[in-house]
């Protein structure tokens, strides 16, 4: 059996009186790719916090490889798990390749200075993400697909064995979606990278993972393949949309908004 590599069990999050995850467990094998999908206010991005060691109040367990959160220092968390978060914290000013530099924090000695593996280290993932022309440009001067780039270039440099994404497509055009999507799937098979992340788009997520779990109201309502998890009743039910779910051998689940047309209105 594969190990799990990401082990939840029992996860529950309250902000003050209100708690919006509510006793999740899932576990992510090493090397898979586990999409959190759920309508606006489900809980997936609280989760992601609470996996990513993010929240100081939060029930239940959360382990890497069979170790505890609250057991691994903030450097040894930092070497083991990278985030993207959906709306990143951009230094004002700051050069490409020394945004990127910070994802070698957690290997640069206290009061030290980044080695020359470190910036060997920063200069392939510039090359292999395409910025190595930017790299000596402000990061708050990008596009919205550059940035997106940049801040997966940070993660990836991290070379964290595991990488947690929240709406990594936010703000992006059809082509940079695919783009980033595409570039963190080859580098889950070069890296052997574990994936868990949240996503919006419900065809893109069962294009791109292995399992999606669909969350409501903070808890798992369905957890499997895209084709297990994507019915029209459950997405219907959930996200209160007219849909259908389209199955092609090409392409897998696409997941296609139905409008309501009403008796007398144009072309009805």
Same mark, same amino acid.
């Given at each position: 059996?594969?190990?799990?590599?990401?082990?939840?069990?029992?996860?529950?999050?309250?902000?003050?009186?209100?708690?919006?995850?509510?006793?999740?467990?899932?576990?992510?094998?090493?090397?898979?790719?586990?999409?959190?999908?759920?309508?606006?206010?489900?809980?997936?991005?609280? %989760?992601?916090? &609470? @996996? #990513?060691?993010?929240?100081?109040?939060?029930?239940?367990?959360?382990?890497?490889? /069979?170790?505890? !959160? $609250?057991?691994?220092?903030?450097?040894?968390?930092?070497?083991?798990?990278?985030?993207?978060?959906?709306?990143?914290?951009?230094?004002?000013?700051?050069?490409?390749?020394?945004?990127?530099?910070?994802?070698?924090?957690?290997?640069?000695?206290?009061?030290?200075?980044?080695?020359?593996?470190?910036?060997?280290?920063?200069?392939?993932?510039?090359?292999?993400?395409?910025?190595?022309?930017?790299?000596?440009?402000?990061?708050?001067?990008?596009?919205?697909?550059?940035?997106?780039?940049?801040? %997966?270039?940070? &993660? @990836? #440099?991290?070379?964290?064995?595991?990488?947690?994404?929240?709406?990594?497509?936010? /703000?992006?055009? !059809? $082509?940079?979606?695919?783009?980033?999507?595409?570039?963190?799937?080859?580098?889950?098979?070069?890296?052997?990278?574990?994936?868990?992340?949240?996503?919006?788009?419900?065809?893109?997520?069962?294009?791109?993972?292995?399992?999606?779990?669909?969350?409501?109201?903070?808890?798992?309502?369905?957890?499997?393949?895209?084709?297990?998890?994507?019915?029209?009743?459950?997405?219907?039910?959930?996200?209160?949309?007219?849909?259908?779910?389209?199955?092609?051998?090409?392409?897998?689940?696409?997941?296609?908004?139905?409008?309501?047309?009403?008796?007398?209105?144009?072309?009805?």
């Amino acid at each position: 059996m594969t190990q799990a590599c990401i082990e939840i069990t029992g996860v529950s999050v309250a902000y003050e009186e209100r708690t919006v995850v509510k006793e999740v467990s899932l576990a992510v094998s090493q090397g898979e790719w586990v999409c959190l999908i759920g309508p606006n206010g489900s809980g997936k991005t609280s %989760l992601l916090k &609470a @996996v #990513a060691g993010l929240l100081r109040h939060v029930e239940g367990r959360v382990a890497f490889n /069979g170790r505890a !959160i $609250g057991k691994l220092s903030s450097r040894e968390l930092a070497r083991l798990v990278a985030v993207v978060p959906q709306l990143p914290v951009i230094p004002n000013g700051m050069t490409v390749i020394d945004y990127v530099l910070l994802g070698r924090t957690p290997y640069i000695p206290y009061f030290g200075t980044e080695s020359q593996e470190d910036l060997r280290t920063v200069r392939d993932v510039l090359d292999r993400l395409d910025l190595t022309h930017l790299s000596s440009r402000p990061v708050d001067s990008l596009s919205g697909g550059e940035l997106q780039r940049a801040v %997966l270039a940070r &993660a @990836v #440099a991290q070379h964290a064995p595991i990488l947690l994404l929240d709406e990594p497509t936010t /703000g992006l055009d !059809i $082509g940079h979606q695919q783009q980033v999507l595409e570039l963190v799937d080859s580098l889950r098979g070069e890296e052997k990278l574990t994936v868990l992340s949240a996503m919006h788009d419900l065809t893109l997520a069962a294009q791109f993972a292995d399992e999606l779990v669909l969350l409501a109201e903070g808890g798992v309502v369905a957890q499997g393949s895209a084709q297990e998890v994507l019915t029209q009743e459950s997405v219907r039910k959930y996200y209160g949309a007219a849909i259908e779910v389209i199955e092609d051998s090409r392409f897998g689940v696409a997941v296609i908004p139905v409008r309501n047309r009403r008796e007398g209105s144009l072309g009805g």
